[in-house]
């Protein structure tokens, strides 16, 4: 998003109704956190999107073009058409004569013979792409408990710069205002908390994909020493998703995690 000139410039696109609806008190205080960069002005639900985009005309990051919707339509249609029945399988799902489904985050989600998805939790693109991307190229091999940053994937050091900034920088952030963050992730995806894994204060796995763990690694504050928090890949992760498709998945979780913190009126700060 272009930088605002002031908080006025902002300020002057917004209804001044200090609806609260975007997590701030007032209007102005918003647009005080948009100026910062500490929110998006799209943040704000009742605000013209074409207004929006006179101010940042930069797409949001989680916008969809037509050419990605395409995409994921093609995959569809390519998945559908597959040995369903033999991918279930190799990617430790279930098949029927319906469709195959999987575990995402403990919860139903699958694709019939039509191309048709059908899930138990929301469907959007960063669980839709992966999930495409898994059953079609997952290679079947086991998850080894052995944990691997992402620039330690193929292909991921080119990417970790941004992988950190959308991922483990914000997830942190998360972490460090929302003290209920690792109880909450847990209870609410099926994860477990597992004992001094890199001698982390505290380290969470979450059954992303049947054969993607990904586990979460927080080390508070301490000391004049600053937070920190890394996410990791079961070594495996080459075999059976891939780097571009890890990404979309952090990146993913971690827009899930700031709703789930706002939705507790806590504002993430960027």
């Given amino acids: 998003m272009a930088k605002p000139e002031n908080v006025m410039q902002v300020f002057s696109l917004l209804d001044k109704s200090n609806c609260r609806k975007c997590g701030e008190k007032t209007c102005l205080a918003f647009a005080g956190m948009v100026y910062q960069g500490r929110r998006s002005i799209y943040d704000c639900p009742v605000l013209d999107p074409a207004v929006a985009a006179r101010f940042a005309p930069e797409v949001r990051e989680d916008h969809v073009s037509q050419a990605e919707v395409d995409g994921l339509e093609t995959l569809k249609q390519m998945v559908a058409r597959s040995d369903l029945k033999e991918a279930a399988a190799r990617i430790g799902g279930n098949f029927s004569g319906e469709?195959?489904?999987?575990?995402?985050?403990?919860?139903?989600?699958?694709?019939?013979?039509?191309?048709?998805?059908?899930?138990?939790?929301?469907?959007?693109?960063?669980?839709?792409?992966?999930?495409?991307?898994?059953?079609?190229?997952?290679?079947?091999?086991?998850?080894?408990?052995?944990?691997?940053?992402?620039?330690?994937?193929?292909?991921?050091?080119?990417?970790?710069?941004?992988?950190?900034?959308?991922?483990?920088?914000?997830?942190?952030?998360?972490?460090?205002?929302?003290?209920?963050f690792f109880n909450d992730i847990t209870d609410l995806f099926q994860g477990r908390q597992v004992d001094s894994l890199f001698e982390s204060d505290i380290s969470v796995v979450l059954p992303v994909l049947p054969k993607v763990p990904l586990m979460i690694c927080y080390w508070k504050k301490d000391e004049g020493m600053g937070s920190s928090l890394n996410v990791f890949f079961d070594r495996t992760v080459d075999d059976n998703l891939g780097a571009e498709a890890a990404f979309t998945l952090g990146a993913g979780l971690t827009q899930m995690f700031e709703r789930l913190a706002l939705k507790h009126g806590l504002v993430v700060a960027a």
């Fill in 99 to 180: 469709g195959l489904t999987i575990k995402i985050l403990g919860k139903d989600f699958g694709i019939d013979t039509q191309g048709n998805i059908c899930s138990d939790i929301h469907v959007n693109p960063w669980i839709t792409g992966p999930f495409l991307i898994y059953v079609m190229n997952c290679q079947g091999s086991d998850v080894v408990g052995e944990w691997v940053s992402f620039r330690e994937l193929r292909g991921g050091k080119e990417r970790y710069p941004l992988f950190r900034k959308r991922c483990e920088e914000a997830m942190k952030r998360v972490a460090d205002i929302y003290t209920d």
